[in-house]
Every structure is written in structure tokens, then in C-alpha cells.
């Protein structure tokens, strides 16, 4: 700021600096992250307590945020209504609840008949799957109005797989791919658009792909080494991504209109390849096709959550449509103490006509929290690293 004011050469210096790196200020990405993580936290905890309610099942505690108790109110159903020390989550603790994380508490047996009916544990296997089911649930949904209301908004995009130009020493052009070649398969997979192409190189730069494709209607079959094409945005993010060196002919690129009625419908097509590209990703870190470090926290989230406010509305609200798909992914993992761990059991449940062994539970949830804690500060040394500060 200040130093920005001392000299006309220094001052010009500056507004060149802000010019290649315009990263937004710390309040600004503060309300920014308060924006996007408070929302849909609470309405994810909102899935499950609605879904508590329309079963009968009574809530104690609907927290925003984890540990020591900052305020609250307590309604007239007895439900205490507070914010937390962490607010990297929240939880909704029914009665028969023991914690936050939603195992039973033993003594739920021993309650007054009217007060066990009340209690989470006391519901048909059905009921509970549903509960546990609505706070990912919700965050799908909430998805699918932003990406419904932006198909309604802008219309979808429709290309055909037809190269319209290559670029010259480009993998494409090695690999012998023409103007006019209609590109039919990348690496077995079927391609119908040239964003399915897009979607299948930016995330396999250097890997070695068959390409199938139509040349004046005769097929024919090529492999290519995606190549790596380095990006760096306005706040100084580097983002290395695949490319083939293929360019789409403008004349074959459109946007149509899309209907209230057709935008649910383009909407879930687009978290089907949303969803299928993170799976892909995740997969590819797993076997060490990427690095851990490209694996981010909430530091993370926070800053990109800055970012996409400073870029404008349209950016941040398709912003938070990615984070709540991530959430309801995430949640949905089959781990104890997140959502899908709890629904495995009711599974295993299902199958078994009857619970799982309370040790069992036990000791799963410890291995749960366990993984969780050590995935979540493995990301924050990621996000950390991010920033430069192990440099």
C-alpha cells in the first residue's frame, strides 16, 4: 500500500506489479471463504436436520463449526442452535447420539419410552439411511440450481469433435492429424464433442494415447503424446494442463438455449463430467501419476475462494457449486465418521439383519478419525507449501 506512494517511478513500478499479480486482499478473501464455507455447511447439516424432523427424530445440537462453543440459542424443541471455535464443518447431534460424529451413545436404551422414540437410534434402518443421505444430498442439489440456472442463463455449449485447425510440431500434427479429421475415441474412450476432448487431454499431459478418428469418412487410428501446455493467471497461479495442439473450427461451435424444463437434465450431464473428472484425478494421485501436493485444504479453498470473488459474480457462484459437489463427493466417501461410512454400516446392516458389533464401530470410528485427521494435515502442509512458506 504505502510504499506504492513514495515516487512516480516507484508508483509506476507498482501498478506494473499489480498488473501481472492481482491477488485479492486477506479481507476480502476472509468473506470470500465465510461465503462459501458457511452456506453450504449449514444447509448441508439443514438436509439432515429436515430429514431428523420428518421422521420424528429430536436434535440436541446443530453446530457451525467444531470444538468450544462461541454463541447460540436454544429454540423451543429443545435444539441448541450455536457457532464453533473451527468452522471447517459443522454437525447436527440427534438424540441417542453419544458426539458430533453420530455413534450411539449406550445408555439410549434406558431412556423413557417417549424420549427413546425420539432418538435417532430408535428409527427403522430406512429412516436412518435417509437422514445420514440428506446432508450429502442437499449439497448435490444445490449444484444442480447453479448449474441449472446457468445453462437457463448462458445456454450450452455445442461443439463437434471435427479439428477445425492444428498447430504446427504440435503432438497433433506428429501424430498426423489433419483440418476436417472427425475425432471419434481418445484412448478407447467414445468422444461426441470437442469438449469431451478437452475434458480427457487437460488431465493426462505426457501420456501416451490412441486417437481414433474419421478422415473423409474412413476411420482410421493414431497415437499422440499429449504435450504440456503452462498457464499462469492473473494471480500469479501456474496450472500445467494436457494438450494435443487441436483448435475447434469457430464454425462448427455454438450456444444454444436451454429451457427450465432441459436444464436439469444439462445440468446433471455436467456434474456427471465434473464428478467424473475428479474421480479420474483422485485416481491418478493414488497411482502416483500426480503428486500428493496437488491435493488442497481449506487454505487452499479459502484463497481460490478470494480469487473467484475478485474475478466476479458468475466465477464465484460457479465456484460454489464446485465446493458443494466436493462436499457431497467427500462426504459421501465410504469412511467412518463421514456420511458414507455411516451409510457402509447401514449396508452391512441390511445384509447381516442386524447392527454391527458396537466394538467393531469403535474401533472403526477411531480408524476413521484417524484417517481424517491425517489426511487434513497433509492438506494444510499442502496448502502451506502452496504459499511458498517451505521455499
Known amino acids: 500500500g504505502g510504499r506504492c506512494r513514495s515516487a ?11 498488473g501481472l499479480i492481482q491477488s485479492p486482499g486477506f479481507l476480502q478473501t476472509l468473506l470470500a471463504f465465510a461465503l462459501v464455507i458457511g452456506p453450504l455447511v449449514f444447509l448441508h447439516e439443514l438436509g439432515h436436520y429436515l430429514a431428523g424432523r420428518l421422521f420424528g427424530v429430536k436434535a440436541d445440537e446443530f453446530s457451525i463449526g467444531f470444538g468450544r462453543e462461541l454463541f447460540g440459542i436454544t429454540d423451543k424443541r429443545g435444539t441448541r442452535w450455536k457457532f464453533s471455535l473451527l468452522p471447517l464443518g459443522g454437525f447436527v447431534k440427534f438424540a441417542g447420539d453419544m458426539d458430533p460424529s453420530s455413534r450411539s451413545d449406550p445408555d439410549w436404551l434406558l431412556l423413557p419410552a417417549e424420549e427413546r422414540a425420539q432418538t435417532f437410534q430408535a428409527k427403522p434402518l430406512w429412516q436412518r439411511a435417509i437422514i445420514v443421505a440428506a446432508g450429502p444430498f442437499t449439497n448435490f442439489l444445490i449444484a444442480l440450481v ?56 487437460q488431465i493426462r499431459a505426457g501420456e501416451r494415447v490412441t486417437i481414433d478418428y474419421e478422415r473423409r469418412g474412413t476411420p482410421r487410428s493414431t497415437v499422440a503424446v499429449i504435450g504440456t501446455r503452462v498457464e499462469k493467471d492473473r494471480f500469479g497461479n501456474i496450472v500445467r494442463l494436457g494438450r494435443l495442439g487441436i483448435a475447434t473450427d469457430p464454425r462448427n461451435a455454438r450456444f444454444e438455449p436451454v429451457s427450465p424444463i432441459a436444464a436439469p437434465g444439462v445440468a446433471l450431464r455436467k456434474i456427471g463430467d465434473i464428478v467424473g473428472m475428479m474421480g479420474e484425478v483422485v485416481g491418478q494421485i493414488v497411482m502416483g501419476k500426480r503428486p500428493v ?9 479459502a484463497k481460490v475462494s478470494g480469487e473467484q470473488f475478485a474475478l466476479g459474480l458468475s466465477s464465484f457462484v460457479f465456484f460454489i457449486a464446485l465446493v458443494s459437489l466436493n462436499l457431497a463427493v467427500v462426504n459421501l466417501l465410504p469412511v467412518p465418521v463421514l456420511d458414507g461410512g455411516h451409510l457402509l454400516f447401514y449396508a452391512i446392516e441390511a445384509v447381516r439383519r442386524r447392527p454391527v458389533d458396537s466394538r467393531v464401530m469403535e474401533w472403526a470410528f477411531r480408524g476413521g478419525l484417524a484417517a481424517v485427521l491425517a489426511l487434513m494435515l497433509m492438506v494444510t502442509f499442502n496448502d502451506i507449501g502452496s504459499f511458498g512458506l517451505w521455499s
Open 293 to 301: 501436493s496437488e491435493l488442497g485444504g481449506p487454505l487452499q479453498i
Open 8 to 18: 512516480a517511478a516507484g508508483g509506476r513500478a507498482c501498478k506494473g506489479l499489480r
Open 146 to 201: 447453479i448449474l441449472a440456472g446457468f445453462a437457463v442463463a448462458f445456454g450450452e455449449l455445442r461443439t463437434s469433435a471435427v479439428v477445425g485447425q492444428v498447430e504446427p510440431g504440435s503432438p497433433a500434427q506428429v501424430a498426423g492429424l489433419a483440418p476436417g479429421d472427425r475425432i471419434t475415441g481418445l484412448g478407447g474412450r467414445p468422444v461426441d464433442s470437442f469438449q469431451d476432448m478437452v475434458r480427457f487431454v
